[in-house]
Structure formats: C-alpha cells, structure tokens
C-alpha cells in the first residue's frame, strides 16, 4: 500500500511544507531498511551459528570412527538424540493442555483480584534459572516421586512404560520431563493468556447472547482464536525443553541406552545435557563430536518447527482464524 | 486432559418447560459439598486398603468429583450445562495442579535465600572469601551489565524485525524470516555460548569477556523478542492503521505513531519475558564468560582474558562446587537464585508501569 | 610487553567509552614494594576449585593488588585454554600426556615444554546412604563388584561377611556414578582397575564405563545429593564435596590389611609410595602405585605452567603464586577448606623447588 497521495496534497498546500515532505520521503525508505535489515541480521546470525557448527562438526562426520573418541558419531548421537526427543514430547504432553488451563482460567475463569496476580507469578517463574530448576528438581521433586514411582512399578509395572527396576532416587527419565513442563509451562501460559485475553469480545458475547454455556463460547470462540498463538507459544516451549541443558544434566540420570521405560536409573540422556556434561573435560578431538551432536539437535529444531508451522497452516484453521480478525 | 465438547443435546433436551428461573439449577453450595464428599470417600476407600494419605486422596477425590458433579448436573441441568460445569473444574484442577510445584519451587527459592539475604551480600564480593561471609556484588553487576548490552542489542533488531514481520513483509522473504526465527528460538543455549566463543576466537583470539557473554545472549534472546512483539504488532486493528493512512500520514510514522503506542504494554512485556527467558541462563556463559571472585565492569575482551561472573553462573559454582563449610556455600547460591528472581520481579513492576503510563486507551 | 600496554589501552577507552569505571586490576604484572601485582587467568580442573579458593585467599591478602582467577571449567578446558593461551595455567586431573607436550603453548616461550606439578593431592571418599548403618567395611573385590552390579544387594553374604556386628537390610544397593566425564571418575576406576583387576575389567576412563549400569548425577554435588536423598545408594565423591557428616566406607585391599577410612594420610602413602615419570628436570608427572600401603583411591591434580613464560611479568606473577601454593604453608592453608593431604617430603620439596625455577 502506497501513501504518496497524502504528500501530494500537502504540497499542495502549503509551500512551507516542502521541508517536511522531504523528510518523510526520507523516512519511509529508511524505516523500511531498518527493518529489512534487521530481518536480514537475524538470517545472517543463524546462517553464522549454523556455518559455525557445520565447520567444527565436519571432522567427527569424515573421519574414521576408529579415530574418533566416541566412536561412530551417528551411533554416539542415536541415544541422545532420541532421549531429546523422548523427554520433550512427554513435556510437551504434560505442559500444554495445563498451559491452556492455566491460561484460561486467568484469561475467562479467574476473579478479576485473583487473575492479576496469578499472572505475574506465573510471569516470574519464566525467570527462575534452569540450575534452580535443576536444584528443586533433585532436591524436592525427585525424593518426593520415589514413593509414586514405586508404586507404579509394583502396581502398574506390565504396562511397558513403567516397566523395569524403579529408580531408588526418583532421578528418571518421567522426572526429567515433569522438570521440562514446568519450565515451559510459564513461556506457554503467558502468550496463550496475551492471546485469549485479545479475544474479541464482541464475538464472545454474540456466542452468549445465542445460549451457548461458558464452555461452548471458549470452544467456538475463544479457542479458534487463540490457536495460533497457542500454538506458537508451545513451539516456543518444544524449542526450549529441546534445547535444555543444566536442568536436564542435574536431574536426570543419563546414559546411552534407548528405553522407553520412564522409573528407571538408565535412561537415554539429551544432546544438550551430554555436550553439557562431557564438554568440560573434552579434548580437542572430542570436541568436534559433541559439536556435531548439537548440529543433529539444530536439524531435529528446523525439522520440528517446519512440522509445527506444516500445522499451524492447516486449511481449516486458517479459515477460523481470518474469520475471527477479521470480525475483531 | 479436557473433555471434547459434546455434540449439543437434542432440542428437546432443552426446551423442557421450566417453572421458574432458577429450576433445572443445582444449589448453590452443590459443588463445594460434593468436593468435600468426594475427598473423604477417597480417604475413606484408601484407608480401607491400608494406604491412607493426604496426597493420595485428593488426586483419588479429584476424578470421583469430576464424575459426581457430571452425573448430577447432567441429571438436574441437562448434558451441556453438564459439560460446562465439568470443563469449568477441569480448567481450575489444571491450574492447581499447575500451582503445586510452582509454589513449592517459589517456596523453596524464598526460604533457602532468605537467610543470606543480607547487606553484605549486596555490597561485598568474594574476592578473598573462604568459608562463610562474602557477597555476589560482582556477580549481580556482571548479570545487570551482560543483560543490560544482550538487551541492547536485541530490542532494535527483535523489535524492528517484528515490524518487518508485520508491516512490511510479504510472499517468500517474510515466510523464511518468518521460519528462521521460529528455528532461532530453537538453539540450544550451550550452542549459542559455543557460537560466541568460537566467533570471539576468530576475532581476537581466544578471549573471554562479557561481550562475549552478551552476544550468546543476543543469540538467544532476539528471537524471543521477535516472537513476542509480533504476536502484539499484528493484534493492533487494522481500522487504526487506516484511519492514519487517510488522514495522509506516511508508513512509518504510521508504525511510530499509531502502531507501536497501542501494543506498547504488550511489547514491554514481551520484552520483560525475554529478559526472564536469558537472564538465568546459565551454559553459555559458562563458556564465553570465564569466573572470577573480583568486581568487574568491563564487559570487553581486554588483554584477552576480561573474565566476569553472572548471578547464574556464580550460583552454579557455589552449589556444585562448594568448599567448607557446605551449608555457606549452599547459602550463597540460593540467595543469588533470590536475587535473580528479585530482579525479575522489579522489572515486570517497572514493565507493568511503564505499560500504564505510556499505552493509550482504546476500546478494550 | 607492546600487546599488554595495547591491552590496557584498551580497557582505559572502554572504562570511558562504558563509563562505568573499575578494571579488575592492573594489567601489567610485577612485583613492588608492595607485594606482586597484575592479573592471572587460570582455567581447569573443578576439583581444585575450594582448594584454589583458599590459595587464591592467601595470595591475594599478601599481595592485595594481585589478582588471580581460577575459572573451574573442568581439565580439558583447562588443557585445551593453556595450549591456546586462553589461561596463563591450568588446573588438570592429570599431567599433559607425550602427544600434548609437543604442541606448541601461545604463553610460552617458543620450544620450551611446560611442566606437570602435582598439588593437589584429594582422596575420594566412597559415600552410602543405608538407615542405620553408619560403618562399613569393604574390600577392593567388594567395591569393585558393587560398582559393576555384580553385588545388588546389601545383605550381600560378602558384605555381611566383611561386617560383623552391623545389620545390614535386605535392600537394593544403588550405586550413583558421575554422569559428566571428570578426573574423579578417571582416578576411581583406574584404581578399581589396578586393586580389582579381576572384577573391573574396563580401563581407566573419565566417562563412566557403559557396561557398568547404575545412577548417573551431574558432578560432585550431584552424586552427593543422590546419595543423601536415596536410600541404599553409594557413591564416590572428592572428599572436599563431602560434607562431614556423610558415613563413609572404610578400605582394606584384601581384607587382611588395616581398614582406613578416606584420611589425607592414607592418601598421602600411596602418593609417596609412587614412582616419578618426568618428561624433564623440573616436570613432576606421577604414575601411582595403588596397590600400595593406604588408601587408593586418591586424586592427584596437577597445576600446569610454562617454564619459561613469553612475558617475563606473567612468569613472576605464576612462580609467586605457584610458590605460595606448593609452599608447606600453602598447602596447609587449603585442608580446612578441601580436606586435601598436603603435600610433603621429597615430593614437596621436589615440586617446591621446581616451581621456582619458573621465569
């Protein structure tokens, strides 16, 4: 959209006006390239992270497994790569559907008094750093699981996932992603709540107005609505839990096994909790392989937000969502 | 975890004549005297089996009232009131579950710091520290300026991206950037902190600094302010943007004038949550940063070596690697993880200021 | 003595360009009528970190325009900063091995090697977590066999059989290793290795073996903290993350010895008892004997410096502060805070006279 009517007219005007069409035609193309670079500085940064990790990984990836200190790198990566994957999808399972519900109650159920506050503790728990999370994690939450998890293993242990020794410290694989969903649960919350709350409430009191219950209005309005933003928040929470490192590396206790089995002390540890763990004392020909373990995690990233925006484009929904802006 | 909504009953279901408003209603106190029903039910079948305990019975009671109050709404109100009611406690169930390790993470952090939370700890370094005493001087100055330049640097690029996004990107450009910055918000911090290292190495040679320290920041936190201001940007109305346009404005004064002031609240906040997300941060300025027990605000590379310590770090160090006596050390880091969420807490306040203040009324 | 005036040149425009004032301290280093002054970079070794704290304490008192940083990022990082010239020395869990002294060191003057100085000498401390059980002793044999699973229970006849007078439950045994790569695990299993040769079967390894299951936690504090919050859990931690109050297993190699307990005197026998391996006069690389009379299970971390520095400055600056460190004194001044056995006798003097050949 082009508004060069507008100059136009005022120079038409007024002649004392020619000092400020100069200026605003200099500062629209300014402007704009402020912004396109910017957006162009953000594909240079990643272009550089990715060139980085590329170059330091190349050697782990030519060389002879027999050379390398872990051995072949694709099967050095496999059990954490799959432990990353497990350990996020479980939060992401747990973290959601509560983010959503922490989210509307704050946004639709909450007493005005109450929702205020809610919010801005749930906003400071975006802010507790992960070592913390990790410190809570093995302190509190771990000893207080022992108990339930033994009790699932005795009572419930021929379902495969509970199957195995039960951990005697409560430091498993469930665990690791219980810690994950809280961390995520306030990045979640906070940008469904943003969204829910821009409901408009137009549409909202029309759903009334025709009958519709508090629960039947939050599902053809309020939900349609926000999906997007939801589901851009829980992206942003999957890339967070995918990338995790001091949380994961304190609570859970990783090894290389791929098991399935969430009570239990041998679990498949995350990339980013191994490069955390085995960094500190790898020598240089180490190096390269863990690097390369974090260029698998930047590929599994990329493929998992296209997967998530391969969604978010779904042709039904995007019907929804135009539907609800454009009557907002 | 919440119940599909249920095709709607049939007409007739609902059209059943009633003899006064409040008929087909359940009583006012229903729900709270069924909770309490349900949990001692809980507590009185466990106590049956032997396996009596607070905890057990309510996540027990939990489900039994959910399905109690569904079957007497569905009785007396009909299945979509049912729903309703049941989705309603749904929604607060969630948000206690949600509350429980919250809290208890909050409590722990409060009551763990409480205890060095002291001048000395405000005014002191460790710099010659063994044992008990000292302070995190060093430390919360390195995290204000190492935050303060990762902020610096983010919120141009992050914010003028977002209006790129919004008020000027179209077809592929927009669609990559778009993509990127989803994968971007993706790295792993370690990563990012490998990144800085390596790119400071190339430049200047192997250093360690709070530049350094900043840029894996940056890395880390542009994204975050990309995706939070967007989400604003693109919720202000189009009708304000037109309205603007008509009366002659140019585009950006447009964006500065009309566009930027409406979602202003929204955008500090995005910005707040993007501190939050990096100021714990903890792997990547292992990394790029280096450790020292010494005041230090120069955030630049300066003879190479320019070590300085955060908060995050400096918590880390005192709890995984404590001297003695134990209990100092512990101390020391959980205080700082206090400090930490103190800080926080103070700029969602100024935040939340600045929004009121400055955020023009509009209908909502 | 050209890139340290650049250097500080630097950090003035910076100080007016920031205008936030306040550089760490001086960066041209020496020493004047008030004590040595400037600033060293150390980087290595998290083990040694209480202990640095202490010496770096001690120095920096003494010479209060003097600062020293150590940075706890772990030895390889420590290693690898050192042959950069990241560090001006490095703490490590093991000397520099024949295809690492050859590299070329960015600090040091060209075609010098650096030197291996032991001086911190830790045992390791196997902890366990067992309700009402607050003695235990074990063989080589029986350790070996609980770490590697082959004995999963601690009513165990042969821990019962070492045990008279304890009662020991009928409960699963946990043993937590340290799930990152560290010294204390490469220390630990080499010692099984040497008195269990039988048992443990893997080599020496900072990573812990893979064949071997069992709990994994994240450093020191993180095997501790799974020790005390399991039950029926053991675990090997460096004694300075050990808190006093933690119930330790006592050590026989074969059960006809003593039993000793993790004391910085046992320690130190098997340390004296060991042979030198040096590269060069002044190098005092160590190759333990851990069959030998004590306790074996003994962490020895070296400090890792140039001989000769490129600049003359930091060469003082290190030989001071090393000096300090190796110093009887010096190594006094870290036991309350580390529980390290201080060096002594000819290894004490050996090392104490090696570090001041350092110019």
Redo the contacts between chains.
């Keep these: 959209?082009t508004?060069t009517?507008?100059?136009v007219?005022?120079e038409d005007l007024a002649p004392d006006q020619s000092l400020l069409v100069d200026r605003?035609k200099l500062?629209?193309p300014?402007?704009?390239g402020?912004?396109?670079?910017?957006?162009m500085?953000?594909?240079v940064?990643?272009a550089?992270?990715a060139a980085?990790?590329i170059v330091?990984a190349v050697p782990a990836f030519v060389a002879d497994a027999a050379d390398l200190p872990y051995g072949n790198t694709w099967g050095y990566v496999a059990p954490f790569l799959f432990g990353t994957i497990w350990s996020s999808f479980l939060a992401l399972l747990m973290a959601v559907?509560?983010?959503?519900?922490?989210a509307?109650?704050i946004s639709h159920?909450a007493p005005k008094q109450l929702a205020s506050p809610?919010a801005?503790?749930?906003?400071?728990?975006?802010?507790?750093?992960?070592?913390?999370?990790g410190?809570?994690g093995i302190?509190?939450?771990a000893p207080a699981l022992v108990p339930i998890y033994q009790w699932l293993g005795a009572n419930l242990g021929w379902i495969p996932l509970f199957g195995g020794n039960v951990s005697g410290t409560g430091r498993t694989m469930l665990t690791a992603a219980?810690v994950l969903a809280?961390m995520i649960?306030p990045?979640i919350t906070?940008?469904s709540r943003?969204?829910f709350l821009?409901t408009p409430?137009l549409q909202e009191e029309a759903s009334f107005a025709l009958?519709a219950?508090?629960?039947?209005m939050?599902?053809q309005v309020v939900l349609p609505f926000g999906r997007s933003?939801v589901v851009?928040a829980a992206?942003?929470g999957?890339?967070?839990a995918?990338?995790?490192?001091?949380a994961v590396a304190m609570v859970l206790s990783g090894g290389r096994n791929i098991t399935f089995q969430l009570l239990t002390s041998n679990n498949p540890n995350t990339?980013?909790s191994n490069?955390?763990l085995a960094?500190p004392e790898a020598d240089s020909h180490a190096v390269p392989q863990l690097?390369a373990t974090?260029l698998v995690?930047?590929v599994i990233?990329?493929v998992?937000?296209?997967a998530?925006?391969a969604i978010t484009s779904g042709h039904g929904f995007r019907l929804a969502h135009k539907r609800a802006h454009k009557e907002? | 975890?919440?119940a599909d909504?249920q095709p709607d009953a049939p007409l007739g279901d609902?059209y059943m004549p009633r003899m006064s408003l409040t008929a087909g209603q359940l009583p006012k106190f229903t729900d709270l005297g069924l909770l309490v029903i349900s949990i001692a039910v809980a507590a009185a079948l466990l106590a049956l089996f032997g396996s009596f305990n607070l905890v057990g019975a309510i996540l027990l009671g939990g489900p039994l009232f959910l399905v109690g109050i569904y079957a007497l709404a569905f009785s007396v109100e009909g299945r979509?009131?049912a729903?309703?009611r049941v989705?309603?406690y749904?929604?607060?169930?969630?948000?206690v579950?949600?509350l429980v390790?919250?809290v208890?993470?909050?409590w722990?952090?409060i009551s763990k710091g409480l205890p060095r939370f002291d001048w000395q700890f405000f005014t002191e370094t460790k710099?010659?520290?063994?044992?008990e005493g000292g302070g995190a001087a060093h430390a919360i100055m390195g995290t204000l300026?190492v935050t303060g330049l990762a902020t610096v640097f983010s919120v141009?690029?992050?914010?003028?991206?977002a209006?790129?996004?919004v008020?000027?990107?179209k077809g592929g450009?927009k669609k990559?950037?778009t993509?990127?910055?989803?994968?971007?918000?993706?790295?792993?911090?370690?990563?990012?902190g490998?990144?800085a290292y390596?790119?400071f190495?190339a430049v200047i040679?192997?250093?360690?600094s709070g530049l350094a320290g900043a840029v894996a920041l940056t890395?880390l936190m542009?994204?975050?302010v990309?995706?939070?201001s967007e989400?604003?940007i693109r919720?202000v109305?189009n009708s304000l943007r037109e309205a603007s346009?008509a009366?002659?404005?140019?585009?950006?004064?447009t964006?500065?004038k009309v566009v930027l002031p409406t979602s202003i609240s929204?955008i500090v906040?995005g910005v707040?949550?993007a501190i939050?997300?990096i100021?714990?941060?903890?792997?990547p300025l292992?990394?790029t940063m280096?450790?020292?027990?010494?005041?230090?605000?120069?955030?630049?590379p300066?003879?190479?070596?320019?070590?300085m310590t955060a908060?995050?770090v400096f918590?880390?160090?005192e709890?995984?690697?404590?001297?003695?006596p134990?209990q100092a050390y512990f101390d020391r880091?959980w205080t700082g993880?206090l400090v930490?969420?103190l800080?926080?807490?103070i700029l969602?306040v100024i935040g939340r200021y600045v929004a009121k203040r400055f955020a023009p009324k509009i209908n909502? | 003595m050209t890139l340290?005036t650049g250097?500080?040149l630097?950090?003035v425009t910076?100080?007016t360009l920031?205008a936030?004032?306040?550089?760490?301290?001086d960066?041209a280093a020496g020493s004047a009528s008030d004590g040595y002054h400037g600033t060293l970079?150390g980087?290595g070794a998290?083990s040694m970190?209480?202990a640095q704290?202490?010496w770096?304490?001690g120095f920096?008192?003494a010479n209060p325009k003097a600062?020293i940083?150590?940075?706890?990022?772990g030895s390889g990082a420590g290693r690898t900063?050192f042959s950069?010239?990241?560090?001006d020395f490095a703490g490590s869990d093991r000397a520099l091995n024949d295809e690492e002294m050859t590299r070329a060191f960015?600090k040091c003057v060209a075609g010098t090697s650096p030197i291996n100085l032991p001086v911190y000498i830790s045992p390791i401390a196997i902890i366990f977590n067992v309700d009402g059980v607050t003695e235990l002793n074990l063989t080589a044999e029986v350790i070996a066999k609980i770490f590697a699973g082959q004995i999963t229970n601690w009513n165990d006849p042969a821990i019962v059989a070492l045990n008279t007078g304890v009662s020991l439950p009928n409960l699963t045994i946990t043993p937590v290793h340290r799930s990152d790569n560290s010294g204390t695990t490469e220390n630990f299993t080499s010692t099984l290795s040497q008195v269990a040769p039988a048992v443990w079967t893997e080599r020496a390894s900072g990573d812990w073996p893979a064949a071997f299951q069992g709990e994994g936690a994240?450093?020191?504090?993180?095997v501790v903290a799974a020790v005390q919050s399991g039950s029926g859990t053991i675990g090997y931690a460096d004694i300075?993350?050990v808190?006093?109050a933690m119930t330790m297993v006592s050590y026989s190699l074969d059960g006809m010895a003593d039993y000793v307990g993790p004391t910085a005197e046992a320690a130190a026998q098997v340390v004296e008892a060991s042979e030198r391996v040096a590269a060069s006069t002044n190098d005092w690389t160590l190759e333990l004997d851990r069959t030998a009379a004590g306790y074996p299970f003994v962490l020895v971390s070296y400090a890792i410096a140039c001989q000769q520095y490129a600049d003359p400055a930091t060469g003082e600056l290190v030989n001071a502060y090393l000096s300090y460190l190796a110093s009887d004194e010096g190594q006094l001044a870290a036991v309350?805070?580390?529980?390290n056995a201080p060096l002594a006798g000819e290894l004490a003097q050996g090392v104490q006279a090696a570090v001041a050949t350092i110019e």
């Design positions: 959209m508004v009517g507008g100059n007219v005022s605003r500062g629209d300014v402007f704009k402020f912004s396109v670079g910017s957006g500085l953000i594909l940064i990643l550089a992270v980085f990790l330091q559907p509560v983010a959503i519900g922490i509307l109650y159920f809610v801005f503790v749930v906003d400071l728990l975006a802010a507790v750093p992960s070592v913390v999370f410190l809570w302190n509190v939450l219980i809280i649960l990045i906070s940008l943003e969204v821009r409430g009958g219950t508090r629960w039947e939050i599902g933003g851009s992206m942003l999957l890339g967070r995918l990338g995790e490192t001091m990339i980013a490069i955390a960094f690097i974090g995690l930047f990233t990329f998992v937000n296209m998530g925006r907002g | 975890m919440t909504a609902q979509r009131r729903v309703n989705a309603r749904v929604i607060i169930g969630a948000f579950l949600a390790p919250l208890s993470l909050l722990e952090v710099r010659n520290v063994v044992g300026v141009p690029v992050g914010l003028f991206t209006i790129y996004l008020e000027y990107g450009p990559v950037i993509f990127l910055v989803d994968v971007m918000t993706g790295i792993p911090s370690i990563v990012a490998l990144f390596a790119l190495s040679g192997p250093s360690k890395v542009v994204p975050y990309v995706r939070n989400e604003i919720l109305p346009y009366l002659g404005v140019t585009r950006w004064r964006i500065v929204g906040s707040i949550l939050a997300r100021i714990g941060e903890t792997a292992l990394v280096g450790f020292t027990d010494s005041m230090n605000t120069n955030a630049l300066a003879g190479g070596m320019n070590p908060l995050p918590v880390y160090y709890y995984t690697r404590p001297g003695r134990q880091a993880a930490l969420v800080i926080v807490m969602n909502r | 340290r250097a500080a630097a950090a910076a100080l920031t936030c004032g306040g550089v760490s301290g960066d970079q980087v998290s970190r209480a704290e202490a770096r304490a920096q008192t600062t940083n150590y940075s706890p990022d900063a950069d010239g990241a560090a960015a994240q450093g020191t504090s993180g300075s993350g808190a006093e309350p805070q580390a529980g």
